[in-house]
């Protein structure tokens, strides 16, 4: 969990700064058109959703072996 999340925060991250600089990442990259609202939040909901799936795989207890 904790490595799928770092995934996604990062790939928020691009989505993020993509959107400053004049690159976006779902329709020049992906080819996948977004409305307008969706595309406008697309980043921040990655970077919530990698942040939720890195904090819940850390809070997994480790396996011990005896």
């Known amino acids: 969990m904790k490595i799928a999340g770092i995934l996604i925060i990062a790939f928020g991250l691009v989505d993020l700064i993509g959107s400053f600089v004049g690159f976006d990442l779902w329709g020049g ?9 969706v595309w406008k939040f697309s980043s921040y909901a990655e970077l919530t959703i990698g942040y939720l799936l890195f904090k819940f795989g850390s809070a997994e207890p480790e396996e011990s072996e005896e």
């Open 29 to 37: 990259f992906l080819g996948i058109d977004l409305p307008e609202l």
